[in-house]
């Protein structure tokens, strides 16, 4: 191998770029010889590329509107893009080498202050390693459809753009400032979004409504009931009825919302509508950071090196590869002063390349704890298998090992708000690895680290009174000021009075009760 | 092969739209951070850009969050050294554990700075701010123009050609008018070279060679009689005279600069000039401004000697008067002009001088003036003796009597910097809408 290199390196026509600028040409050829390894070699399967060159200003630009090239205008877009540009001017923090869009084709943009060697990295990091993870990934697989988003995202911006000119930008703000607030809860975690039934059938119910509102006589309630209160079983029926008809508990507030509030116009529905789809459209996205970032850098990673085994690359521009991937891929310890958190980049890279070690050359260990995959030597399979049928959650908790337990020397501490002090609770030994492995993986699953809020029951020809329910676990409760801020959205697109119960998940003890009621605005 | 697309020329500023949104939303936390600021600042800093911090009050974004001083959580950190499980950590005072997985997903951006440029920063300083009562609008003769685009004209200067009009124009017209184009020519004209370098030319061959030549010779006639450029096509920019409302006002800023008036004093009145001078500048970009100082005598001075040089001497109040009633007489005839006035003095004046001001004011200049300010720079331990009575300097009790009198006359006393925007607010505070006089 070693041979081969240097002879083709003698001929020299065989590198792909040198120097530092960049072209098109290049960037093309460059392109080419990616394409080549990454799908002959590493077998990847990716949507048609397209590659686009931006400057840092719209790399600002396109950070402000979560990464979408397309997006409709709202203040807090210009609050973030005035934050990042402030820390950017003040060079307190870079800008990203690159963003991708999952979407088919695969956008790709590209800053041009990048030098020919990033280009490369950037190139196979994001048109290869994301795009294989964006079209390959079950959760996206199930959950987004890459070919239809940008059309969307254009046609949310032209409507947004309509309600404004025809209803005023306040009352359009209004409306997207509290549909925002609840994006959180305005995706579906279990189950699809149910079928659009046909447009006859929504007619036909909304004239049933019509026709019970119209027909609705206040006498009738006067009626001595048979089993008013002495029959708890029919009311309890009753409530299950209700709860059946609106498809209660729902974990969806802004579906939920949209489909039952009573005071919204369709246009606010249209709008919640497609907050709640770019919500989930990123859904996805948030569960697979670590396995995201982990296949890319692991793409880029294999791709040039192999590049440059093939002499490709000189060796000036892979030790400015090198560099970049080092910094990147640096995990500070928890006492260090730039600790951010666990790098996804830095733990997700380790854990592929661990699951390649595993294959190839594992330990005892190894074959105790991964016996499925240890020495079997095919560790593309084995990768491409875990890329395409985890999430970050599912993935620590699979293949986490022993041996990268300690080498980034993990120890979970656990802290109970009471206590003053918090306590030790495994590290990395025999004891401990089953341990750290369950509770960081629990720390990637959204669903558990998320307020679990949910629709309990309204009586729509009652008092309308929106009950919701708050799981807390582990004794975790809302923060008060933007709970009750957060409330008053809740109530702005209900239009009536909503409650919020804190109920403990494992006793069913309620712990606090919060109303709009009682909030003064 | 890749799609390459070059963003790098589109349209820039696609998030302005959105800043400026988020301004707007933001504008009552920055006229208050702002002034925060410039109150403890130089005054004429409000001419320039600005950091302000934004707390994040009026502009957070609320969601459903976890609070961090509740319930059991557990954290899982890399760079185990010396802790064995079992060891307990003492908390400190922020919760030592928040610094872990919290980080990550936190939100810093709560509190933080950003950047205003310099007519934002006046925007809002000077925001409900206007000068009262301007009612003689335009009289005069001299109506100032403004050239204003207003659409395409066919004639015209050259130097107003519209290049792109032109030859859209153009191109349409050839378009229609089925003017051959140079490929094609070129293509019969490569064909017969072809033909005639052939050697064997047989009739059939030299028939066909003619008609070429012929058709050559009909594209080419038809050619020079389609031009490229017509000059139908041509386009020019119109451009229109707009008159410009004309309301004529003068401000007339007097201080007095005499012996009697500290470095500190002399501070404060420079600092309300200063903020007058801005916010005539920025909301009148049509006005007139004279500057008068005085001593024991009074001089009109361009606005640098006003602000930056330093003479000093006795103090005469009224030469101040009489000289803007000089300038008044002589270039701005009070039915034209909207006149008004903006004193700044210690109050110090010569003995029987202030009478005389008084009676100056009485006669002649409050009927010319639009409104008339006095504002009285005094020492700090005086605000708490003379605080809002009448007793004061004798130019103060002078001023009283006609402050009765005129509504159109205002008076306060600063006595310290932090004084000089909110007095500043008041006197030139939009006023709801008072009865024109005649």
């Known amino acids: ?521 | 092969m890749p799609n390459f697309i070059d963003r790098r020329l589109n349209p820039k500023d696609k998030s302005l739209g959105n800043r400026q949104r988020f301004l707007k939303r933001a504008r009552e936390e920055l006229k208050r951070a702002i002034k925060e600021q410039v109150k403890s600042g130089k005054i004429a800093d409000v001419d320039a850009e600005h950091n302000v911090s934004m707390p994040a009050r009026g502009v957070s974004e609320p969601t459903f969050q976890p609070a961090g001083d509740s319930g059991e959580r557990q954290y899982v950190l890399p760079g185990n050294r010396e802790f064995a499980a079992g060891d307990r950590l003492p908390k400190r005072s922020s919760g030592a554990g928040a610094t872990g997985a919290g980080a990550g997903t936190g939100r810093s951006e709560d509190e933080f700075q950003f950047v205003l440029s310099r007519e934002e920063v006046l925007d809002l300083f000077f925001e409900d701010l206007e000068l009262p009562d301007m009612v003689k609008l335009n009289m005069k003769e001299s109506v100032a123009f403004k050239r204003r685009r207003a659409g395409f004209a066919a004639t015209g200067s050259p130097t107003n050609i519209n290049v792109g009009r032109t030859m859209r124009n153009s191109f349409g017209r050839r378009i229609a008018l089925h003017r051959p184009g140079r490929k094609e020519m070129e293509a019969i004209a490569e064909e017969i070279a072809r033909l005639e370098a052939e050697p064997k030319a047989g009739a059939k061959h030299l028939q066909y060679l003619e008609e070429l030549r012929q058709k050559l010779e009909k594209l080419e006639r038809r050619r020079r009689r389609i031009p490229y450029v017509d000059p139908v096509d041509i386009r020019f920019n119109r451009f229109e005279q707009q008159p410009l409302p004309n309301a004529s006002a003068v401000m007339f800023c007097l201080m007095d600069v005499s012996a009697s008036m500290g470095e500190r004093e002399k501070d404060l009145a420079k600092r309300f000039f200063v903020l007058l001078h801005l916010f005539l500048k920025r909301r009148y970009d049509r006005i007139d401004i004279v500057f008068i100082r005085h001593t024991d005598e009074a001089g009109e001075v361009d606005e640098n000697t006003f602000f930056y040089s330093k003479q000093s001497g006795g103090t005469i109040v009224s030469t101040a008067l009489e000289e803007m009633l000089r300038v008044i007489r002589e270039r701005y005839p009070a039915r034209e002009w909207n006149i008004y006035a903006a004193q700044a003095s210690d109050g110090e004046n010569i003995s029987g001088d202030s009478e005389r001001c008084a009676s100056l004011l009485h006669d002649d200049l409050m009927r010319l003036c639009q409104y008339y300010a006095y504002v009285e720079i005094i020492d700090e331990r005086e605000t708490e003796i003379f605080g809002t009575t009448d007793n004061g300097t004798s130019l103060w009790r002078a001023y009283r009597t006609v402050d009765g009198e005129w509504p159109n006359f205002q008076m306060t006393r600063i006595a310290k910097p932090a004084d000089i925007y909110p007095v500043f607010r008041k006197l030139f505070g939009k006023q709801p809408a008072v009865q024109v006089r005649k």
């Open chain 1, 1 to 521: 191998m070693r041979g081969d290199r240097n002879a083709k390196k003698g001929c020299g026509s065989n590198l792909l770029f040198q120097g530092s600028d960049w072209n098109f040409e290049t960037l093309s050829r460059a392109y080419d010889a990616i394409e080549t390894v990454a799908l002959d070699n590493l077998g990847l399967d990716v949507y048609p590329n397209q590659l686009e060159i931006i400057s840092s200003e719209q790399m600002l630009d396109a950070y402000s509107s979560v990464g979408m090239p397309l997006m409709y205008q709202h203040w807090s877009f210009g609050k973030r893009f005035v934050f990042e540009d402030n820390l950017y001017r003040k060079g307190r923090r870079g800008l990203a080498y690159e963003l991708v869009i999952n979407s088919n084709p695969c956008i790709t943009y590209l800053m041009e202050e990048n030098t020919m060697a990033m280009q490369a990295l950037v190139t196979a990091h994001a048109a290869f390693g994301h795009n294989h993870f964006f079209k390959n990934n079950y959760l996206f697989r199930q959950w987004t459809d890459a070919s239809a988003i940008l059309s969307y995202m254009e046609f949310a911006k032209k409507y947004i753009i309509k309600c404004e000119e025809r209803y005023g930008t306040t009352a359009v703000e209004a409306i997207l400032d509290s549909a925002h607030a609840l994006m959180d809860q305005g995706v579906f975690r279990y189950r699809r979004p149910p079928r659009l039934s046909s447009e006859k059938e929504r007619e036909r119910m909304r004239e049933r409504l019509e026709y019970e509102e119209q027909t609705f006589s206040d006498l009738w309630r006067t009626l001595p009931t048979a089993s008013e209160s002495s029959d708890p079983d029919a009311v309890e029926r009753d409530v299950m009825e209700r709860k059946k008809a609106l498809n209660l508990p729902d974990e969806n507030l802004l579906y939920f919302l949209e489909k039952t509030s009573l005071i919204l116009e369709p246009w606010q529905r249209e709008i919640l509508r497609i907050v709640r789809v770019i919500a989930q459209y990123f859904y996805p996205q948030r569960q697979t950071k670590v396995m995201n970032e982990g296949c890319a850098t692991f793409v880029h990673y294999t791709i040039m090196n192999t590049l440059f085994d093939q002499g490709r690359i000189t060796e000036g521009a892979m030790l400015e590869i090198l560099q970049s991937h080092t910094n990147v891929v640096f995990q500070p310890s928890f006492d260090d002063p730039r600790f951010p958190g666990i790098n996804p980049y830095a733990l997700g890279f380790a854990m592929m390349q661990d699951i390649e070690r595993i294959c190839v050359d594992p330990t005892p260990e190894d074959r105790d704890w991964f016996p499925e995959i240890a020495g079997s030597g095919n560790w593309r399979e084995t990768l491409l298998d875990a890329w395409a049928n985890h999430r970050d959650e599912s993935f620590i908790l699979q293949y986490l090992s022993p041996s990268l337990i300690r080498k980034f020397r993990l120890f979970l501490l656990s802290d109970e708000a009471d206590e003053k002090y918090c306590e030790v609770a495994s590290i990395h030994n025999e004891r401990g690895y089953e341990a750290i492995r369950a509770a960081l993986a629990r720390s990637y699953d959204i669903g558990a680290n998320q307020p679990d809020i949910q629709v309990m029951d309204v009586d729509l020809l009652g008092d309308r009174h929106l009950r919701l329910q708050h799981n807390i676990k582990n004794g975790v409760l809302l923060e008060e000021t933007s709970r009750d801020a957060t409330l008053r959205h809740v109530r702005h697109l209900w239009g009536y009075e909503v409650s919020l119960a804190g109920v403990e998940a494992e006793t069913g003890e309620t712990l606090y009760e919060c109303s709009t009621a009682d909030i003064e605005e």
